[in-house]
């Protein structure tokens, strides 16, 4: 059973940055991509960046430029530095890996953390 815990969100000021750590607990043969989405109060959940086996990354327009997603595959923990932070970021942030097991492909999502922006 694959288990993935974030860490590193916080209250962080305008402009300023964060990197967010999505940890995976258990055995993962074959990973076919991870991501962060976020859900900032009463809006829906949107995609934040997404990073694929083959090194492929996809970010949304909003974060393009501010956000780099990246992997440390040793340790099996994907990261989110996010700089020039605005309030609009603000939001619960989630982390998923996407993988094969026993044939299957699975989802599993982190429990989320909490990204505030404000002076």
């Known amino acids: 059973q694959v288990q993935l815990v974030e860490s590193g969100g916080g209250l962080v000021q305008p402009r300023g940055s964060l990197r967010l750590s999505c940890a995976a607990s258990?055995?993962?043969?074959?990973?076919?991509?991870m991501g962060w989405y976020r859900q900032a109060p009463g809006k829906q959940r949107e995609l934040v960046a997404t990073?694929?086996?083959?090194?492929?990354?996809n970010y949304a327009d909003s974060v393009q430029g501010r956000f780099t997603i990246s992997r440390d595959n040793a340790q099996n923990t994907l990261y989110l530095q996010m700089n020039s932070l605005k309030s609009e970021d603000t939001a619960v942030y989630y982390c998923?890996?996407?993988?094969?097991?026993?044939?299957?492909?699975?989802?599993?999502w982190g429990q989320g953390i909490q990204v505030t922006v404000s002076s």
């Open positions: 998923y890996f996407k993988y094969t097991s026993g044939g299957q492909i699975e989802i599993t």
């Open positions: 258990g055995t993962i043969f074959s990973i076919n991509a």
């Open positions: 990073l694929t086996r083959g090194g492929l990354t």
